[in-house]
């Protein structure tokens, strides 16, 4: 049986280096998905308190307590427009990471 060379070697510590990044990646990429999950259901909550209190109490509201509640609705999908932009651009510069990984993982192999 041939012996292993040299190069063969640091192959495959290079794939194993690599798997373990793609493995960190991937862990990355979901606690990112976390985070937009958890925020947009805090921001949709406070989305829907307000929506149901203007529609339920609009007329015995004052208007400055209107134009209140409609900035807070403004400032939430904002918010949520901000974090989907933030977190989908995280997540596809991970993504270009990790296939770049894969890549150089296939010409070493």
Not at 46 to 56: A, F, G
Not at 75 to 86: A, I, M, N, T, V
């Amino acid at each position: 049986m041939p012996k292993r060379s040299i190069n063969s070697i640091k192959n495959e510590e290079t794939i194993d280096k690599n798997i373990n990044k793609i493995k960190d990646l991937i862990l990355e990429k979901r606690e990112v998905y976390n985070k937009f999950v958890k925020s947009t259901e805090e921001h949709n909550l406070v989305i829907e308190k307000v929506t149901d209190k203007l529609d339920l109490e609009l007329h015995i509201m004052k208007p400055d307590d209107v134009n209140h509640f409609k900035y807070i609705l403004r400032q939430r999908h904002d918010k949520c427009y901000d974090l989907l932009h933030e977190c989908s651009a995280k997540i596809k510069e991970l993504d270009k990471e990790h296939y770049n990984l894969v890549t150089e993982n296939s010409k070493l192999f």
